[in-house]
């Protein structure tokens, strides 16, 4: 079994708010989010960072956060969004398996960058993750 926290949510090892996946990919809620619906995208396969990343693995990565955008959009009507990838500690790297942030953001929402990761609130993101997942919205 693989020792990275983010292998362990795409084989379920790890429980997660799954909110969309495909061949290559699978996005979840992030756990301390910086905004209301903040949530990360994955390649399946392993890799580091940006610069270890394979090329197809990243732009199928970057078509599920363009597609979770988009969803969102529909659902939670955002006025805006931060895609961000943190490359390497300096970079605020802290979980060392590729990820883009997908930050839902409101005209009059509090956030700086970097935010100061806080747990929770678990049933707000559950019920947010059930909108994203939902068919009808
Ligand atoms: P980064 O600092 O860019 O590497 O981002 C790692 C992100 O993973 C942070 O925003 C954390 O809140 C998030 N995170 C850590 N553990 C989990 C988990 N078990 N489920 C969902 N998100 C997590
Ligand atoms: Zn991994």
């Excluded at 979980?95 to 806080?118: A, C, G, K, N, T």
Aim: glycine share 6%; proline share 9%; hydrophobic share 40%.
């Amino acid at each position: 079994m693989s020792d990275c926290l983010f292998c362990g949510i795409v084989e379920g090892s790890i429980p997660s708010q799954t909110v969309d996946s495909d061949e290559r990919t699978v996005s979840f809620m992030d756990i301390n989010p910086a905004t209301p619906g903040h949530a990360l995208v994955v390649p399946r396969a392993h890799s580091t960072d940006l610069i270890e990343i394979d090329p197809e693995d990243l732009a199928a990565a970057s078509v599920a956060a363009q597609r979770l955008a988009r969803r969102m959009e529909e659902v939670l009507e955002p006025d805006g969004f931060n895609l961000l990838n943190a490359c390497r500690p300096a970079a605020w790297q802290t979980v060392f398996h590729y990820h883009w942030h997908v930050i839902p953001r409101y005209e009059d929402d509090p956030l700086e960058l970097p935010w100061i990761p806080r747990g929770g609130p678990e049933e707000e993101i559950a019920a947010i993750a059930a909108k994203l997942r939902s068919d009808d919205g």
